[in-house]
Structure formats: structure tokens, C-alpha cells
């Protein structure tokens, strides 16, 4: 049997100096063993986070204020049938009855916790005594049927519990453990991972994981334990179809919804959590699969981290919880916060990894810690004080070097999602397919989401910018307005579509190819609840975004538009607006339509050329809107934010329309008139129904996204497909090649350029010639999901 804990360790390992009620064993706690003790203890650590420095900021500040929330919650505790607070009545909800667990598990913390002015305290004891007996008796047991959110039952309400029974060990009698491990095995059976199917997937699976293996610990129940670790075993190898992690970085829940920053930070916290418990013990993870994981830090996690946020586009209906009824602090949620907690993740899981990914990560956290000017981690009142302390950690160690940002593009087919990474700037893309829905609306949130795949372009500058989805964005933004993307005006019903991802499109060619560096995208947009299509393409470049639209046709009798940028200014933002070189007035409730080509540059933000053949319009204008408005459980106060809107009026049921033009993030007015002028920087190759393409020979690039067999430029394809090719300075090219609609099972490509040889390919590639013109002959497709096939070649 591997070696447990000494009495020292066990002491550390429960967070140095946290409160330790009475001995470290009970008469008449039954069969406990040493491991069981120990691990009881590791668990107590890691859900305190370690010693905490209760005179220094922010600790002080946050004890005393867990001290307060705690004593007033125990002033009006008032147990009745079907509550324990007046304004938890759970009779109906058991949201509530979870969140009376979770004001106990805070209760608790506060007691163990020195430095909270209630560690220790009798009258806090007794009140977590009285306040488990009565969840017990009331709706937490044995004889309950289950009713409303399963997630209440089987993950919320057992997790509170038994870090209760963890916190509170020594305070509870053998029977109420036995009580209340009795009733976590009544709503969260063995079955519950007998299959991966349903909920019990993905970062849900990791969840009741947790809940069998904390069981085991609290009850001494060694098999479950060993259930809980095996059961893990099929979250790690990657996912084809449906949840989990996939080859490409992209993670998926709940079947077609892109979740890396919620759900996927579930995953990580709790996977690190579990490694953390079961690490030196007879049940240690030794799954070889936890490396698909670990490799996932860089490859799914990182890409979507600018300056310490995680990108709203795999954030799911979690935008909409900004400020929530339910939050006793009333401290709002925002990308921000929400990085921040996938920061504290990754270091958790670090003390899993090998040495040489620990240093890596921990300089990854640093480095975004220290690059986030708008919102200090440390100042983050939504972290725990466990994720707080290890971030405190890592950002006081001088022998950490905080990395920088990469320069890179990342494509994520298997969730219709893409990011670019220039130095001074950042950019999302979100999109939809048959494969990933529009967006995600259920219990009551994210009611206005709908248009967030049909495009939306968003993105963040290095030392500006970084409040724009922050700020009380999403209940105030214009939701058919959303940057970047085509729309109908068509109303729409608060969660349109239906719930959990429901709404998808029947649109298969979507996604791209990219070097690694620069990409050509592409979407085949179907509106929802809409009969608008579309073929969007954007081309991801050095200082510029290349965005092209063709086909733009609908019927709804609404305006269809595209938004070229809708820039959140901020409660009293007056940032300059200049177009072709004219300053554009300030007030608000200005709007004017100006000739294309032209350009605009707004202060502050960048700039934007507009070189197709329609006009474009702009707004400056204040909204007001309150959280209630996108989820039920919001806040009702009123917020209002001023905006300054760009886009293209195509009219009502449109029947070719389309647009060009280029965002250049973080570029001076100065900037963006040379762009505008330099006529011939951007050669226009294709912007139709059967082609879209650029090229830019300064860069050595050339995009272009067949939706028919076609010819653009230099380029011909004999079936749908995207290509970029990039020229580079020591005379090889790249040529990315992919089939985004995932249906050819043969394809060749032709590219009139001089080439001498073919020096790699992949197995893809099942024929090829050179000379005065390449020629890539490429088999079955289908089952690269999308991915970039690239070639590379001596040019002649």
C-alpha cells in the first residue's frame, strides 16, 4: 500500500493554520483509516487553498468580509418547512435548497477559517449544526423524490455537503454522517457514471466524480472511491461527436455548445482537485489519458486567455450572469472574472503535471495576471479564497517569468470557433453550423444570445479595450447588433430556438484553413428563425481583419444588416468619430450614412475601411438594459452604456447583397487613411456565391473559400473547399487545404505559380505535380473533421 500522511503532513496539507476543532479521531466515528483520514485532510487543504496571510490585502479584507457574510447569515436563519432562510424557500426550487447549502458551506469556511472574527465561534457551530439537521430532515434525504434541475441533487447540493461533513468533521456525530452520506448515495447512485451518456459527460462526469470520491472519503467507503477515479476514464481520450475535448483544442458540453470557459474551467478545477485528493494514494490517477488533459492547457485553454479574460464565444449563456438576485455580495461576473477562475485552474492542475509543464503554466498564468490592466486578479472579489491564494502565490514568486502573449491563429473546427493573436491585439470569432448551435439559452438565461454564431467578430487591444464585453455589454448591447455579424431585424422571441442548444443551422461549410499564422475563414450563414443566407468569409491578417460578404438574401419582410463594429463606450465614453477624414459629431442620437469606399476611425479603439460598393451607416447612441432583461435571475437594475455603431443597411428581403472591408484593431486615423488609399495593398480575388478571396503579395498570402468548384485569382478548386497559401521569405510556400463541409472524398487543387518541388505533405495528398503550375491531387477528406492539410513546396 502506498505511504500515507504523517500527523505533520496531515496538519499542512488541511491549510496550515486553518481551525482544527477537537482531536483528530472521534469515538464512535466507525472504520476510518489512516488513508481515509489523510485524505480528508488533503481535501480540507485544497478547498481552503493553503496558508493564508490574514493581515496582508487582500486576505484581510476578504476574512473579515467572509466573517460578515457568515454572521448575518446565521443572525437570520430561520428553519420552517421548505426553508431554512425566509428567501430560500425551496418548496418548489431546489436552486434554493442548494443555495442553502451553499451559505452553509460559506458558514463553515468562516469558522475554520482564523482571521474571520468567527473562527471557532460556538454560536456559529451550533447554528451549521442546526442548519445541516434541517436540510437533512426537511428535503435532503433518503425519502425525497427528486424534482426540477437535476444538477441541484447530484452535484450542487452533495458537493456543499460534503465539504460540510469535510470542514465540520470533527463537530458531526458518526449518525449525522452516516445520515448524510446515506442521502448523497440516494441522489447521486453508482449508476449516475454507469454510462457517458446524458449528464454525465464532460465536466458534469468530473462533477459527480468528485461527488462519489468525496463520499468515499467522508463515509470510508474505499470502493467508491476507486469508482470515482475509473469513472473519470472516459473523459479523457478525445471526443468525435458530442462532449469533451477534441484533437483540434476545441471543448464541447452539452452536445453542440462551445464551453472552454465554464464548463471546460469545471474540468480543470475539478480534475485538478481529484488528481490533488487521490495523488499518493492506493487510488492515484495513473490513467495515461490524463496527458490528453494536460496537453489541453495550451492547446484548448490558453488560445482563448487574453490579459487575464476568457473569450465571451465559448462562455456560453454564462455572459448573461452579470450581476445575479442570488449574489448576497453583489458582485458582477464578467469575462474578467471568469479568466481568472480558469487561471487558478490551471494552477491547481499544474501540481498534477510534470515539472516542465508546471513552469510553463505557472509563467502563463503570471504573465496574464500582470497584463490585466482592467481587472486585478487579486482584486477579483468573485474568486474563492483558495483560487486567490494561489494566484498570490504564483504572482510573488520571483523565480516564475511571466511569458508573454503568443503571435499565433487558432482554428477550432470541431466547435465553429477561431482566434488571432497579433502583438497589441487579440480577436474571437464565433460561428454556427449543423454542428454547433446559434448560441445557448436555458434556465432562463441568455434570453438575447441569439445571433452571437452568426458571426460575431470581437476582439481587445493590449492596453485598450479590455472592458468592452465587460462593462455591462450584454444587457445593453443592441442584440441584433452584435459586432461583425449578418442579421435579420426579424423579432425574436426571448430564447428563440429552444433550450440547450437547440437552435442549429443547416449549414455545413464552416470553418477554414490557417498557416498557424494568418487564415482564411468561412461560414455558410443561415439565420435563425430566418430565411437570411449568407456566405461570410474573414481573412486574418498582420494589423487587419479582411471581412467579405456575398449572397446576403432573405424574406422575412425585416432590414437585414451587417455589423461592421458595435463599440461599447461606456457609461459617459465621447470617443471621437472621424469618417474620410471629417469629424463626426458627438451628441448623442447622431447617426449619418456615408459613401463607400470611405473609412472611419474612432479614438481609441482603431480603424476601419470600407471598400465595397454600398454605403455604410453609423450611430452614436445610449442603451439602457438590465440583467433581468437576458436571464431571470439578473439583477432589475438599470444600466446604460453609450455605443458607437458601424454597419451596412442592406435593405428589407435583400436578394445579392453583400460588403467589403477591413478592421485594422488599435491603428491611428493616420494609419487607416494610408490603408484606405494604398489601392493596391489588398487585390480583391472573389466575393461571390461561388468564391471568396483576397490576396496581399506583401505578405506572401493568398485566401480564398470555394463554396463551388471554381477559379479565383490563382487559385482553382474542382469542389468546395478553403485555401490559403503563404509565400515565404527563404523561397518554400505553405499551402493549407481543407474541406470545412467534411463531404469530399476527392478534391484537386491547381495554383498557377512556378514550383519546383513538393518537400512535405500529408497523407491526405494522393497525387501531385509541379512545374509552371502546382497541382494537389487529395483523397477522402471526410474524416480530417475539417482540419488544415498543409503542404509544403520549393517555389521555382
Known amino acids: 500500500m502506498t505511504k500515507v500522511w504523517s500527523r505533520r503532513a496531515f496538519l499542512s496539507a488541511a491549510g496550515g493554520g486553518a481551525f482544527l476543532p477537537g482531536a483528530s479521531t472521534r469515538a464512535g466515528a466507525g472504520p476510518v483509516s489512516e488513508v481515509h483520514d489523510a485524505m480528508r485532510a488533503v481535501w480540507r487543504g485544497l478547498v481552503l487553498g493553503g496558508d493564508v496571510a490574514t493581515t496582508v490585502e487582500p486576505f484581510r479584507s476578504r476574512l473579515a468580509e467572509l466573517g460578515g457574510l457568515a454572521g448575518g447569515w446565521r443572525s437570520v436563519m430561520a428553519p420552517a418547512a421548505g426553508s431554512l432562510w425566509p428567501d430560500l424557500a425551496y418548496g418548489g426550487d431546489p436552486e434554493l435548497m442548494m443555495q442553502s447549502y451553499y451559505r452553509l458551506r460559506t458558514m463553515a469556511e468562516a469558522y475554520v477559517r482564523p482571521g474571520t472574527g468567527l473562527t471557532g465561534d460556538g454560536g456559529l457551530r451550533s447554528a451549521l449544526l442546526m442548519g445541516l439537521d434541517h436540510l437533512h430532515t426537511d428535503v435532503y434525504h433518503c425519502g425525497q423524490v427528486r424534482y426540477g434541475n437535476w444538477y441541484c441533487w447530484q452535484i450542487g447540493a452533495p458537493q456543499a455537503l460534503l465539504d460540510l461533513c469535510v470542514l465540520l468533521y470533527e463537530e458531526l456525530s458518526a449518525a449525522r454522517l452516516a445520515d448524510f452520506c446515506a442521502a448523497v448515495d440516494h441522489f447521486v447512485p453508482d449508476s449516475v457514471v454507469g454510462s457517458y451518456t446524458g449528464t454525465s459527460t464532460g465536466a458534469n462526469r468530473v462533477d459527480l466524480c468528485r461527488v462519489l470520491a468525496l463520499r468515499g472519503v467522508v463515509g470510508a467507503d474505499s470502493a467508491k472511491i476507486a469508482l470515482a477515479r475509473d469513472a473519470l476514464a472516459p473523459v479523457f481520450p478525445y471526443a468525435t461527436a458530442g462532449d469533451g475535448l477534441y484533437r483540434d483544442g476545441s471543448f464541447v458540453q452539452h452536445t453542440w455548445v462551445p464551453y472552454t470557459g465554464t464548463y471546460g474551467a469545471v474540468l480543470l478545477g475539478g480534475l485538478g482537485l481529484l488528481l490533488g485528493l487521490l495523488k499518493g494514494t492506493p487510488w492515484q490517477l495513473t490513467d495515461p489519458g490524463t496527458q490528453i488533459v494536460f496537453d489541453a492547457v495550451e492547446q484548448a485553454w490558453a488560445p482563448f486567455l487574453f490579459n487575464g479574460l476568457v473569450m465571451d464565444a465559448v462562455s456560453g449563456r454564462a455572459v448573461s450572469r452579470g450581476l445575479m438576485v442570488a449574489d448576497p455580495r453583489r458582485v458582477p461576473q464578467d469575462d474578467h472574472a471568469r479568466g481568472h477562475a480558469v487561471l487558478a485552474a490551471i494552477l491547481l492542475l499544474a501540481e498534477g503535471a510534470s515539472s516542465a509543464e508546471r513552469a510553463r503554466w505557472r509563467g502563463l498564468v503570471k504573465g496574464s495576471m500582470a497584463r490585466d490592466y482592467y481587472s486585478r486578479p487579486l482584486a477579483d472579489a468573485t474568486l474563492a479564497l483558495s483560487s486567490l491564494t494561489r494566484l498570490a502565490e504564483v504572482e510573488s514568486d520571483p523565480s516564475v517569468t511571466a511569458l508573454p502573449e503568443p503571435v499565433e491563429h487558432r482554428l477550432f473546427t470541431?466547435?465553429?470557433?477561431?482566434?488571432?493573436?497579433?502583438?497589441?491585439?487579440?480577436?474571437?470569432?464565433?460561428?454556427?453550423?449543423?454542428?454547433?448551435?446559434?448560441?445557448?439559452?436555458?434556465?432562463?438565461?441568455?434570453?438575447?444570445?441569439?445571433?452571437?454564431?452568426?458571426?460575431?467578430?470581437?476582439?481587445?487591444?493590449?492596453?485598450?479595450?479590455?472592458?468592452?464585453?465587460?462593462?455591462?455589454?450584454?444587457?445593453?448591447?443592441?442584440?441584433?447588433?452584435?459586432?461583425?455579424?449578418?442579421?435579420?431585424?426579424?423579432?425574436?422571441?426571448?430564447?428563440?430556438?429552444?433550450?440547450?442548444?437547440?437552435?442549429?443551422?443547416?449549414?455545413?461549410?464552416v470553418g477554414g484553413t490557417s498557416d498557424g499564422e494568418f487564415a482564411s475563414i468561412g461560414q455558410h450563414l443561415r439565420g435563425l428563425g430566418s430565411t437570411l443566407t449568407a456566405r461570410k468569409s474573414w481573412f486574418f491578417l498582420t494589423d487587419t481583419i479582411v471581412c467579405l460578404g456575398a449572397g446576403i438574401a432573405c424574406t422575412d419582410g425585416a432590414a437585414v444588416e451587417t455589423v461592421?463594429?458595435?463599440?461599447?463606450?461606456?457609461?459617459?465614453?465621447?470617443?471621437?468619430?472621424?469618417?474620410?477624414?471629417?469629424?463626426?459629431?458627438?451628441?448623442?442620437?447622431?447617426?449619418?450614412?456615408?459613401?463607400?469606399?470611405?473609412?472611419?476611425?474612432?479614438?481609441?479603439?482603431?480603424?476601419?475601411?470600407?471598400?465595397?460598393?454600398?454605403?455604410?451607416?453609423?450611430?452614436?447612441?445610449?442603451?439602457?438594459?438590465?440583467?433581468?432583461?437576458?436571464?431571470?435571475?439578473?439583477?432589475?437594475?438599470?444600466?446604460?452604456?453609450?455605443?458607437?455603431?458601424?454597419?451596412?443597411?442592406?435593405?428589407?428581403?435583400?436578394?445579392?447583397?453583400?460588403?467589403?472591408?477591413?478592421?485594422?484593431?488599435?491603428?491611428?486615423?493616420?494609419?487607416?487613411?494610408?490603408?484606405?488609399?494604398?489601392?493596391?495593398?489588398?487585390?480583391?480575388?472573389?466575393?461571390?456565391?461561388?468564391?471568396?478571396?483576397?490576396?496581399?503579395?506583401?505578405?506572401?498570402?493568398?485566401g480564398v473559400n470555394f463554396w463551388q468548384a471554381g477559379t479565383a485569382g490563382p487559385l482553382q478548386a474542382t469542389a468546395p473547399c478553403s485555401v490559403t497559401v503563404r509565400e515565404r521569405p527563404d523561397g518554400t510556400a505553405a499551402v493549407c487545404v481543407s474541406d470545412p463541409a467534411r463531404v469530399l472524398t476527392g478534391l484537386t487543387l491547381v495554383w498557377n505559380r512556378s514550383v519546383a518541388a513538393v518537400l512535405s505533405r500529408p497523407p491526405s495528398v494522393v497525387s501531385e505535380a509541379t512545374g509552371a503550375q502546382l497541382r494537389l491531387g487529395f483523397g477522402d477528406l471526410t474524416a480530417a473533421a475539417g482540419t488544415t492539410q498543409q503542404v509544403v513546396v520549393r517555389l521555382g
Open 414 to 509: 470541431s466547435m465553429d470557433r477561431a482566434t488571432h493573436r497579433r502583438p497589441g491585439w487579440a480577436a474571437g470569432l464565433s460561428m454556427a453550423s449543423k454542428r454547433i448551435a446559434h448560441y445557448e439559452t436555458g434556465n432562463g438565461e441568455n434570453l438575447r444570445g441569439w445571433h452571437t454564431g452568426s458571426g460575431m467578430l470581437s476582439w481587445w487591444g493590449s492596453t485598450f479595450g479590455n472592458g468592452q464585453y465587460a462593462d455591462a455589454f450584454w444587457p445593453t448591447v443592441d442584440p441584433y447588433r452584435l459586432p461583425g455579424t449578418t442579421v435579420s431585424r426579424k423579432l425574436l422571441a426571448d430564447g428563440a430556438g429552444g433550450d440547450w442548444g437547440a437552435a442549429r443551422p443547416e449549414a455545413a461549410w
Open 564 to 702: 461592421v463594429d458595435n463599440r461599447n463606450l461606456g457609461a459617459a465614453g465621447v470617443h471621437a468619430l472621424v469618417v474620410s477624414g471629417t469629424a463626426q459629431p458627438t451628441a448623442l442620437g447622431w447617426s449619418a450614412a456615408f459613401p463607400s469606399p470611405g473609412w472611419a476611425h474612432l479614438a481609441g479603439v482603431g480603424g476601419y475601411v470600407m471598400s465595397g460598393a454600398g454605403p455604410f451607416r453609423a450611430l452614436r447612441a445610449a442603451r439602457t438594459g438590465r440583467w433581468s432583461d437576458i436571464n431571470r435571475g439578473g439583477s432589475t437594475t438599470a444600466l446604460t452604456r453609450r455605443y458607437l455603431t458601424l454597419w451596412y443597411d442592406h435593405g428589407t428581403d435583400p436578394v445579392s447583397a453583400g460588403y467589403v472591408h477591413q478592421i485594422l484593431p488599435g491603428a491611428t486615423a493616420a494609419q487607416t487613411a494610408v490603408r484606405a488609399a494604398a489601392a493596391g495593398w489588398l487585390r480583391l480575388l472573389a466575393n461571390s456565391e461561388t468564391a471568396q478571396g483576397v490576396s496581399v503579395s506583401s505578405l506572401g498570402f493568398t
